[in-house]
C-alpha cells in the first residue's frame, strides 16, 4: 500500500494550480538567468587549436561549419579510457536528433574528448551515435576549459573545476580509499578512478563573427544537467529521480553482470 498521501480528484487539482503558479514563477526565472548567461562578455579565442575529425585535420572554426555558433559538449573519454563514460554517455544518447535541429537553426554541436579519433569512431559505431565527435588528442583544448586535468595537477591537489576547488568527485578520485561507488564508475570505462577523475563533464560554446573566435560560455557537473534528457523525464516522474547511487550504465549494458 502506498504511504504517498492519496486525495480526490478535487484536491489534486486544487494542489496542481498551486503548483502550476511555482512551475510559471521557474520558467520566468529560467528566462531571466537565460538571459543572463547571453549577455556574458565574450573573450577571444587566439590559441590555434587543432582537432581530428571524420574529415580530417580541422581547427575550433573549422568546428562551426558555416554557422556562427558552436556547442562544444566535453566527453570524458580520456586516452586510456577503453570506453565512454556511462554519464556522458547517458546525456549523449540524447544528441543525434537535437544536433540535426541545431545545425538548421545556426548551432553546431559537437563533443570534444581527448582520446584518440580511433576509439571515439568506435565507441561511436558501438553506441549508434551520428552526431559529430572530435577528438583533441595531443591539444591543449580540454585542460583549458577546464574539462581535463594532469596526474601532477591531480597530486598537488592544483584542479579548479566548476569554479572551484575541491570538488567532491576529484577529491573521491584521491582517496586514500576510493569510494565503491565512484571506483564501479570508473571500471565502466575500463580505468581506475584517479584516471577517470582527471577527465570531467562539461559544456563550453562560442560564437563565429568576422572570421573571430570567441568564448561565451562553460558550464561543468551539475550545470549539464539541462541537456541530460533523461533527467527531465525524471524530474516529472512519480517518484522523481529515487537515486541512491549511480544506477546509469551505458545503455547496452542493462542487465549484464
Not at 66 to 93: N, T
Not at 150 to 164: D, K, L, P, S, V
Not at 178 to 198: F, K, Q, S
Request: aromatic share 14%; with cysteine; hydrophobic share 40%.
Amino acid at each position: 500500500m502506498t504511504t504517498h498521501p492519496t486525495g480526490t480528484r478535487e484536491e489534486w487539482m486544487t494542489a496542481r494550480l498551486e503548483l502550476l503558479e511555482a512551475e510559471k514563477a521557474l520558467t520566468q526565472r529560467g528566462d531571466e538567468v537565460a538571459r543572463q548567461r547571453q549577455a556574458l562578455p565574450w573573450v577571444r579565442v587566439d590559441k590555434a587549436y587543432r582537432f581530428e575529425t571524420d574529415e580530417g585535420s580541422a581547427a575550433l572554426e573549422d568546428l562551426f561549419r558555416g554557422r556562427s555558433q558552436l556547442i562544444v559538449y566535453h566527453f570524458m573519454f580520456g586516452p586510456d579510457f577503453e570506453a565512454g563514460c556511462p554519464s556522458c554517455s547517458a546525456i549523449a544518447d540524447g544528441f543525434n536528433g537535437s544536433y540535426v535541429h541545431l545545425a538548421n537553426h545556426d548551432v553546431m554541436l559537437w563533443a570534444v574528448s581527448r582520446a584518440p579519433l580511433a576509439k571515439l569512431q568506435a565507441y561511436k559505431r558501438r553506441m549508434g551515435w551520428t552526431f559529430p565527435w572530435a577528438s583533441s588528442h595531443g591539444s591543449g583544448f580540454n585542460f583549458d576549459f577546464n574539462a581535463s586535468f594532469t596526474e601532477e595537477q591531480q597530486r598537488a591537489g592544483n584542479m579548479e573545476y566548476n569554479f572551484r576547488r575541491n570538488d567532491p568527485v576529484m577529491e573521491a578520485g584521491m582517496a586514500a580509499t576510493p569510494a565503491p561507488e565512484y571506483a564501479a564508475v570508473a571500471a565502466m570505462t575500463g580505468t581506475d578512478l584517479a584516471t577517470y577523475t582527471r577527465e570531467r563533464e562539461g559544456m563550453s560554446t562560442f560564437a563565429l563573427e568576422d572570421g573571430v573566435v570567441y568564448h561565451t560560455y562553460s558550464t561543468y557537473s551539475r550545470g549539464v544537467d539541462g541537456i541530460w534528457a533523461a533527467y527531465a523525464w525524471l524530474d516529472r516522474a512519480p517518484k522523481r529521480r529515487n537515486e541512491t547511487d549511480f544506477w546509469w550504465r551505458h545503455r547496452d549494458a542493462y542487465g549484464k553482470r
